[in-house]
Each structure stands twice: as structure tokens, then as C-alpha cells.
């Protein structure tokens, strides 16, 4: 069975520039969540999806990050415009649905923001 | 408030030993359910065990068993025969309450195995 797919792995630019990152949740999974994690920090939800409606993003910074997940499967996490702080790790998870117990993440894709 | 508490430094555990990482958490909800997560130098996040609150039994996972205990709110994670590979970032979290599948997570505990 295919894992969690996140691309890019790996993104650099530059402030007040603009990033979008894709995620494709493993296959059947019904819930998709976006995670914020800083340097020495554990992850912090941004958003959670079910199917195509969004349950929970109170921790998204909604004045410059946006997600989207518009046929119920992949998704897609965008930053306009990006500041210094927002260099972290951004792993997608999902899970059969909202009531199941394990989340099972992606290899995460790494933001520098200069 | 934090909700899951991870404060060891950094461990060194010679290869084939046994090492405990510590958890605390705070809740008021009666029903939560408590995580283990492997993050190695790669970046994904791993699931290794689950404890649910109202489990009498403590998990267990091949090399894994987590250590709960209720009373005191701590959920401590065993790791049996240390293996090389075994080498990363572990990290404990917390989900509240049916129906709700956010996680909070701590900040977790960095182990090296030495051969």
C-alpha cells in the first residue's frame, strides 16, 4: 500500500514570496490533515480535511495560508506571502476518517524562507 | 497550556539495551487517546503504539510497550533491544475527546544508539 506522497521535498525562497505545496493522502483515507512543525518543536495542526469540507482550522494563519482539497483527495497547502517564520517542516497526514484512531504522515516537505 | 510534556535531554542507549522515553499529559476529558511517533533524520513521522484511555492493558508493539499510567497521567514509552536504526526523534501525543482527531504533540525526545 502507497504511503502519504508530499512534494517538493525541499523548497527555498525568498520573504513576501509565494509557495504551495501538494499532498496525496494514502488511497481510501477520507481524512487529511496539515501539520506545521518548527525546528524543535513537535507538529502543530493547521487544518484537517474531511473529504472535501473543512472540520478544523482554527490554528491556520488565514491571512496568508490557505488550503485546499477540492475533489477529496490530494490537497493542496499555499503560503501568500511567506515570512521568516514560516520556515518549518509541512507534513500532510490522513486517516480512514475522522474517528479513526492512527495518522499516518508524509515524508514532509522542508521551507526555508529567506 | 502544554498539553503533552517531554523534557529528557537528549539520550545515548548502547545498542540491545532498553530505554524508557517519559510522557506527562494534561486533560480534563475522560476519554483521549495517547501516541507514539518515530521521526528519523528522514522527516516522516512514524506510528509506533497507541494507548487509549479506557485500555486496562498497556499497549504493546513488538519492540515497543508503552507504560501507562493513568493516576499520574504519564504515558512512557519502552523501547526493548535497542537497535542502530532505532536512532531519532520520538515524539508523544495526545488526542481529546471522541470525535476529535487533533493531536497535540510534545516536543519530543532525541535517542542515539551507540554500538
Known amino acids: 500500500e502507497a504511503g502519504v506522497a508530499q512534494s517538493p521535498r525541499y523548497k527555498i525562497i525568498e520573504k513576501r514570496q509565494s509557495v504551495a505545496f501538494w499532498c496525496n493522502p494514502i488511497s481510501g483515507h477520507a481524512t487529511l490533515y496539515w501539520y506545521q512543525q518548527i525546528l524543535g518543536q513537535g507538529p502543530k495542526l493547521l487544518i484537517q480535511?474531511?473529504?472535501?469540507?473543512?472540520?478544523?482550522d482554527s490554528q491556520l494563519p488565514k491571512d496568508r495560508f490557505s488550503a485546499e482539497r477540492l475533489k477529496g483527495v490530494d490537497s493542496t497547502l499555499k503560503i501568500q506571502p511567506a515570512k521568516l517564520e514560516d520556515s518549518a517542516v509541512y507534513l500532510c497526514?490522513?486517516?480512514?476518517?475522522?474517528?479513526?484512531?492512527?495518522?499516518?504522515f508524509g515524508p514532509g516537505t522542508r521551507l526555508l524562507v529567506l | 497550556a502544554q498539553k503533552i510534556t517531554q523534557t529528557q535531554p537528549g539520550m545515548f542507549v548502547q545498542e540491545k539495551e532498553a530505554v524508557t522515553l517519559d510522557c506527562t499529559y494534561d486533560?480534563?476529558?475522560?476519554?483521549?487517546?495517547l501516541f507514539w511517533y518515530k521521526q528519523p533524520s528522514s522527516g516522516e513521522m512514524i506510528f509506533l503504539i497507541y494507548q487509549g484511555s479506557y485500555d486496562e492493558q498497556n499497549a504493546t508493539e513488538g519492540r515497543y510497550s508503552l507504560n501507562f499510567q493513568k493516576a499520574r497521567k504519564s504515558a512512557n514509552l519502552v523501547i526493548s533491544a535497542s537497535q542502530l536504526g532505532d536512532s531519532a526523534m520520538y515524539f508523544c501525543?495526545?488526542?481529546?475527546?471522541?470525535?476529535?482527531?487533533?493531536?497535540?504533540f510534545g516536543k519530543g525526545n532525541q535517542v542515539v544508539v551507540i554500538p
Open positions: 480535511f474531511q473529504n472535501n469540507g473543512v472540520v478544523d
Open positions: 497526514a490522513s486517516s480512514l476518517d475522522t474517528l479513526a484512531e492512527t495518522q499516518y
Open positions: 486533560t480534563s476529558d475522560q476519554s483521549y487517546g
Open positions: 501525543a495526545m488526542r481529546e475527546g471522541p470525535g476529535n482527531n487533533r493531536l497535540a
